[in-house]
């Protein structure tokens, strides 16, 4: 891990909320690069972000969209840039107010106390997030094998007398509050990043959702499509714009997006072609109109 210092907030409100405090930092997966930041950008953006307009997945949390930098660490497979490299990026979600950033989740095996979720570490495993994970390829493709295997290897060591048990660090601790449907609508006007996130943090559950022709309809799979130049935008937000034999593509701020499958609530999950076949949408159907209540 690598210490550096963020701007995080702990609860929402206004400037008095932000504080500037040392948070760990893990090194790159497949895909992806830490960059130490030289210049953050400021946007209008992060004020509703802290205010709570934009909802934030937990806290605390590092705010800020945009930064650029020096590219310190490379993760497998990555070859647009290199260690020294200068870069610069719109960030996939809020977490630009620190002097570098990494993706990491994983899981701890512990000896509970009477708090929630307190008592001294026996074990600890990391995971790597991929840019195009999901919240089910992470759970039940990495974290609930490990944690089976964690809680062997937790045993063996309890049971041979060879476990180092550690306190936990309360002054890294946060608390995840449950994720449902008003965490999980879709804001039309977000950047095409913070939808795919969304999207993507709530499949399988509970489903990223909006409202097309007055019924609820959550979002699957997913692939996003950034615009490089103006030449590549393809419409007005929330238009869709091109529709295939398995998805549909949404115009949205920074590109577009692609989704495959789609589920109506009451009904079965199908292609998002399908769907759009069935529900009369076509080149130029608007999906951000009826949706939003949040967001007005």
């Known amino acids: 891990m690598t210490k550096v210092h963020a701007v995080r907030v702990h609860r929402l409100g206004g400037p008095e909320v932000l504080r500037y405090e040392e948070v760990d930092v893990g090194s790159p997966g497949p895909g992806e690069a830490r960059v ?10 992060d004020i509703h972000f802290r205010t709570g307009r934009y909802p934030l997945k937990e806290l605390p949390h590092v705010i800020g969209m945009e930064a650029a930098g020096v590219v310190e660490e490379v993760g497998p497979g990555v070859t647009e840039v290199g260690v020294g490299d200068r870069v610069a990026y719109a960030s996939e979600k809020p977490r630009a107010y620190a002097q ?7 899981l701890t095996i512990f000896r509970p106390t009477d708090g929630l979720d307190e008592g001294p570490i026996i074990l600890q495993k990391t995971v790597e997030i991929g840019p195009d994970d999901t919240l089910g390829t992470v759970y039940f493709d990495r974290l609930f094998p490990m944690g089976v295997a964690a809680l062997l ?6 049971a041979s007398g060879q476990s180092r048990e550690r306190p936990q660090d309360e002054t890294q601790a946060t608390y ?3 994720c449902r449907d008003p965490e999980a609508q879709i804001n039309w006007y977000a950047h095409l990043d ?6 993507r943090g709530c499949n399988p559950s509970p489903g990223a959702w909006t409202t097309i022709g007055g019924c609820r309809v959550r979002l699957f799979d997913a692939r996003k499509h950034v615009a490089r130049r103006f ?21 949205v701020q920074g ?6 499958k789609v589920r109506a609530d009451g009904g079965e999950k199908m292609t998002a072609a399908a769907f759009a076949a069935a529900a009369g949408l076509k080149l130029g159907s608007n999906v951000s109109i009826a949706i939003d209540p949040l967001y007005l």
């Open 36 to 45: 130490r930041h030289t210049a953050i950008g400021l946007n209008f953006t």
């Open 255 to 260: 590109g577009r997006l692609e989704v495959f």
């Open 176 to 178: 995840e509050g449950w």
């Open 153 to 158: 290897e937790a045993a063996d060591l309890v």
């Open 100 to 106: 570098a950033t990494d993706r990491q989740t994983g």
């Open 194 to 199: 913070a939808i795919y996130n969304l999207i």
């Open 231 to 251: 030449g590549d935008v393809a419409g007005k937000v929330g238009e869709i714009c091109a529709v295939g034999d398995q998805s549909l593509q949404i115009a």
